[in-house]
């Protein structure tokens, strides 16, 4: 993150300095990536190293331009590919969207075996449905290869649909705000202890009163995020 | 930075009584093992007698979990110290290199215990684990059905296998491995809801309507287990709002997803009271509750 001259901090984009890419056609749309949507997803996939994880992002800003990915919600860690449990959560997850003015508009996924970060069957199929009702859905893969301290690249692979399949995107659509704060604000969670707060669906089910919204989890990543730069 | 034994005012023999603990139910909360055992053998190594060496092997499999390899190397080294010629000490030491990802020479380990002694389940083990971590699952796959024709009776393998058939979306044989496990634990819940949602992924009335039954026995098993009660409602939901179906059997299933749907409510207003945080769940799931009845009927 840096500032001009005019003391306005500058959102930082994943652009190499010695690059700039126009955005030219429409089918390259941007997509952003929220601190909150970013440090959940990294939290869920460090709570269970050993299993495949998985979840869907959240907007909630209207359709239309870029991809605004405000939230998510971690779903499951175990039998990613059985259908009841993923069927019932999305449902849930769709009529809690509606409740609060989200829109489901992606799907992630971190592979137990952290040296593959390639889309699953499983994966796919998911991405597939979710692009049904929205066609400008993402695909996002976390890169367990790049979750160690001090990695100055997020650990993230996004896929768009073009042509009838799931492609590799551009990376200089995909835009992190404040990636220095994100990160900070992910390791103060990690020292905190706060980290365990995470409940994804399947601990739900082994527990139904924890909160699969994540609402006490969610309410102290917002306070860590600076208050100065307005939603992140 | 305090001790565990100062942080939660625990004695030593209170940590050692809670490592056995974790050890008999085979818990992997590595960390807290690491962080109670390594206490426990810096500080009372003296007063845990023939305990410590199991107490070794524990923690240094819980090391390795953690990455703490200066830790799981030192548990090792007495390890090695007290048992020389020791078979399970070589597979820990195997294990170390595992963890190491040298599966090179974890294999030239694990083949040296199998030419010693070919029956040594547990290098084999390792060896299947290996394939497992490299993600050449279809040879995990041919390694695990060998080993199974000769030991037929373990359970921890059928699991392990069963796990590999559902990565591989080969629900068949996954169903098949459960099949095994229900069997030899017909009082396991876990197993019965298990086979429910292979035999609901499977698709079609007949698997729906098995799905059903094993969901419900799941639930005579264990009624609070949410996932098989979720999965009768669905099951039950599925089979009466298809049309091949006979009045009566309809008529039947519209029942049983009734009666799940307000299982699910109650528990779910329960675990609501008082809890202002769970508002959302509740809510989410009255109006899915809700949705599905109106396409039903």
Redesign the interface.
């Known amino acids: 993150m840096h500032e001009d001259d005019s003391g306005v901090t500058k959102k930082r984009t994943l652009q190499l300095p010695s690059m700039s890419v126009p955005l030219s056609s429409h089918e390259m749309g941007e997509v952003e990536l929220s601190c909150l949507a970013y440090a959940k997803m990294y939290l869920h996939a460090s709570q269970f190293p050993r299993c495949s994880v998985n979840g869907l992002l959240l907007s909630s800003s209207a359709a239309g331009g870029a991809v605004c990915i405000t939230d998510c919600v971690p779903l499951l860690h175990t039998?990613l590919?059985?259908?009841?449990?993923t069927?019932?959560a999305l449902?849930?997850?769709d009529?809690?969207c509606s409740?609060t003015q989200q829109r489901i508009v992606g799907y992630y996924q971190a592979n137990a075996?952290a040296?593959?970060s390639s889309p699953t069957?499983?994966a796919l199929k998911i991405a597939e449905k979710i692009f049904e009702q929205c066609n400008n859905a993402v695909l996002l893969m976390i890169d367990g290869e790049k979750m160690f301290p001090g990695c100055r690249v997020p650990p993230i692979v996004m896929y768009e649909r073009k042509d009838a399949r799931w492609a590799l995107k551009d990376k200089h659509t995909i835009m992190l705000r404040q990636w220095e704060e994100t990160c900070s604000i992910v390791n103060q969670l990690f020292s905190s202890g706060d980290q365990a707060l995470l409940v994804d669906f399947d601990s739900?089910?082994?527990d139904?009163?924890k909160?699969?919204?994540n609402?006490?989890l969610n309410a102290k990543i917002m306070e860590l995020v600076s208050p100065a730069n307005g939603n992140v | 930075m305090s001790s565990i034994s100062e942080l939660y005012d625990v004695t030593w023999e209170e940590m050692r009584d809670k490592l056995r603990k974790w050890r008999e139910e085979n818990f992997r909360n590595s960390e807290q093992i690491v962080d109670v055992g390594e206490e426990l053998i810096n500080e009372h190594a003296s007063k845990l007698g023939d305990d410590i060496w199991i107490i070794y092997e524990q923690v240094m499999i819980a090391a390795l979990d953690c990455s703490r390899d200066d830790l799981a190397w030192s548990c090792l080294q007495e390890l090695k110290r007290q048992f020389p010629d020791s078979h399970r000490v070589k597979r820990l030491a195997g294990m170390r290199l595992e963890a190491l990802e040298r599966y090179e020479d974890a294999n030239k380990l694990y083949d040296s215990i199998l030419q010693d002694d070919p029956t040594n389940t547990a290098a084999r083990k390792r060896k299947i684990s290996i394939l497992r971590?490299q993600?050449k699952s279809s040879e995990a796959i041919r390694e695990l059905n060998e080993y199974l024709e000769q030991f037929v009776g373990d359970q921890e393998a059928w699991h392990e296998l069963s796990e590999l058939y559902?990565?591989e979306?080969d629900y068949a044989k996954a169903a098949f491995c459960l099949e095994e496990l229900m069997m030899t634990n017909p009082h396991n819940h876990l197993y019965c809801e298990?086979y429910?949602?292979?035999k609901?992924?499977q698709?079609g009335l007949e698997n729906l309507e098995l799905?059903r039954k094993y969901f419900a026995q799941a639930l005579k098993l264990n009624n609070r287990n949410?996932?098989a009660l979720?999965?009768l409602y669905?099951?039950a939901s599925h089979v009466a709002a298809s049309p091949k179906v006979s009045a009566k059997v309809k008529k039947d299933n519209v029942k049983y997803a009734a009666w799940a749907a307000s299982q699910i409510s109650r528990?779910?207003q329960m675990?609501g009271r008082g809890?202002k945080?769970?508002k959302?769940?509740v809510?989410?799931?009255e109006?899915?509750l809700e949705?599905?009845q109106i396409t039903m009927s």
């Open positions: 039998h590919s059985l259908a009841p449990i069927q019932l449902t849930q997850v009529v809690w409740q075996c040296s593959d069957p499983c739900h089910l082994d139904i009163t909160d699969w919204t609402q006490k | 971590a993600g559902i990565n979306h298990q429910g949602e292979v609901y992924t698709g799905a949410m996932r979720f999965g669905m099951s528990a779910y675990a809890k945080e769970n959302c769940s809510k989410a799931v109006e899915m949705s599905m």
